[in-house]
């Protein structure tokens, strides 16, 4: 899964998330829908850049409430 903002690495992503921001997430092509409340893993960069970071978020109607 990925976050809707582009972040190139882990610690831009905790550093949003330790500011409030309102961190998105959706898995491309739709095939697990996002506005679930479950725990997800999460890469990035986008592709298709090759990913180098990955995180583990939980969710409540597809908006990030704990990353690590």
């Known amino acids: 899964m990925y976050t809707v ?3 190139k690495t882990k610690k831009e992503l905790k550093e949003a ?3 409030g921001e309102r961190i998105e997430v959706y898995q491309p092509g ?3 829908p996002s ?8 890469e ?3 592709y298709p850049e090759p990913h180098r970071w ?4 939980e969710i409540k109607a597809g908006v990030i409430v704990k990353v690590s």
Not at 54 to 57: D, E, G, L, R, T
């Open 5 to 7: 903002t582009n972040y």
């Open 17 to 19: 998330f330790k500011r």
């Open 30 to 32: 739709g095939l697990f």
């Open 35 to 42: 506005q679930r409340d479950v725990a997800v893993a999460l």
């Open 44 to 46: 990035g960069p986008h």
């Open 54 to 57: 990955y995180a583990s978020a």
